[in-house]
Nanobody
């Protein structure tokens, strides 16, 4: 499975961005999907996950109420709507896939089958 993230950019604090991640795989609907991020000098961290069925989502505490993960199986794409962005959200954002994964699994174990290339998000304060 090849994953391609897009939608990053420069935004002021309080602004919004929507990230997209398109998958090449026709069996996309059988993969749980997630977003991770890595800020300069920091370890990669889980941001949000969505189950392979699309019936569950899971977020790290710092983005709850601000970020929303969703999927469109007809387009083999997941999204991350990011609102009320903060300076500390600045990072490279990566999408990831894991077969038949529930929403929380990649957040708990960070076990991933496929990684996409990152898209950079910069939030100016």
């Amino acid at each position: 499975v090849q994953l391609q993230a897009s939608g990053g950019g420069l935004v002021q604090a309080g602004g919004s961005l929507r990230l997209s991640c398109a998958a090449s795989e026709g069996t996309f609907s059988t993969y749980g999907m997630a977003w991770f991020r890595q800020a300069p000098g920091k370890e990669r961290e889980f941001v949000a996950g969505i189950s392979w069925r699309g019936d569950g989502t899971y977020y790290r505490d710092s983005v709850k109420g601000r970020f929303t993960i969703s999927r469109d199986n007809a387009k083999n794409t997941i999204y991350l709507q990011m609102n009320n962005l903060k300076f500390e959200d600045t990072a490279d954002y990566y999408c990831a896939a894991r077969k038949f994964a529930p929403a929380y699994s990649m957040g708990v174990s960070q076990t991933v089958d496929y990684w996409g290339k990152g898209t950079q998000v910069t939030v100016s304060s």
